[in-house]
């Protein structure tokens, strides 16, 4: 995805202090923002020019300590033509000197009043999840009392029709048919639609329904976090299920695991329930109660007085 200095004006709500639509339309091409405190000392050695540089009050009390001339010089120094954008934090005041800097590079200076450390965190936040490596993935991504469920399974077997139920019964949707997932750290999976698809949902007979038209801002999300994976299949006879929900099945989206739960769909079944129940009860494990642990743990001790009863 690419973003530009213009994009991340307007998510972080960024004043432009200098800048055309030319300089606003430069690309930003990496999430990693730079504190330039070393860079003002004179030491370039390691310097990333490419980066976000991010001005705090740390290396804004530094530059205002030098002399107008040399203030001038390491600016010069810092300011590249591939440097997307200055940003100074706290509404800081911009030295005539910096601006005189950009001008001559071609650099825009954006300004905020926000703490530097909350700031580079809105932003490397943002920027992580624009630039993150998308994988497309084949199903229905909705958010269940607050939590990313992936709906996967045959073409056929009613992913759709399921995720329309579920969005009957309060929960949002995220993505139909295809799920753009991306891995936000090691451990987070986040999913997102593909933009012609956003809040559009294909149901075999009726065709493509709006979902925010029909049912409101309420049944629709932007993107989520990827939890849990429901897989629906065909009931066959014989065919083994998880009947006490101790399996440890898991899918690998992204480099970034998550659990998987196999689900057998036959006629007259409550699919959309069956999830509903599912999402719950991963979210109850989550939180420390296992109720297939209960169970075998009420089997031991029915077992152990049995037994002593016996004796």
């Excluded at 009957?168 to 593909?194: I, N, Q, S, Y």
């Excluded at 065709?207 to 999300?221: E, H, P, R, T």
Aim: aromatic share 8%; charged share 25%.
């Amino acid at each position: 995805m690419k973003v530009t200095v213009q994009m991340l004006v307007e998510r972080i709500k960024l004043e432009v202090i200098y800048g055309d639509e030319e300089l606003l339309q430069k690309e930003i091409t990496t999430s990693d923002i730079s504190r330039p405190g070393l860079e003002m000392t004179g030491y370039f050695d390691y310097y990333s020019p490419e980066r976000i540089q991010l001005v705090g009050m740390k290396e804004w009390s530094y530059l205002t300590q030098m002399t107008s001339h040399n203030r001038y010089s390491v600016l010069r120094a810092m300011f590249k033509k591939e440097t997307p954008a200055i940003i100074v934090a706290r509404d800081l005041a911009i030295p005539y000197e910096m601006l005189n800097a950009a001008k001559k590079e071609g650099i825009a200076i954006l300004q905020s009043h926000i703490p530097t450390s909350r700031l580079s965190g809105e932003m490397s936040w943002y920027l992580d999840s624009c630039l993150a490596e998308r994988t497309t993935v084949h199903g229905v991504l909705m958010d269940i009392y607050g939590m990313g469920v992936l709906i996967q399974g045959d073409s056929g077997i009613g992913k759709s029709e399921t995720a329309l139920e579920l969005v009957k019964r309060g929960h949002r949707m995220v993505a139909d048919d295809r799920v753009d997932v991306f891995a936000k750290d090691e451990e987070t999976l986040w999913g997102e639609p593909a933009e012609i698809l956003r809040h559009l949902l294909e149901i075999r007979g009726v065709g493509i329904i709006d979902i925010m038209s029909l049912y409101g801002a309420s049944a629709v999300k932007d993107s989520s976090q990827v939890q849990l994976s429901i897989y629906l299949e065909n009931y066959e006879k014989g065919k083994i299920f998880d009947r006490l929900g101790n399996g440890n099945e898991e899918i690998e989206l992204a480099e970034v695991k998550i659990p998987r739960i196999r689900i057998p769909v036959t006629t007259g079944r409550n699919v959309s329930v069956v999830i509903e129940a599912a999402a719950m009860n991963y979210r109850a494990k989550q939180m420390g109660y296992d109720a297939t642990q209960t169970f075998q743990d009420r089997l031991t001790d029915l077992i152990n007085r049995n037994e002593e009863e016996n004796d």
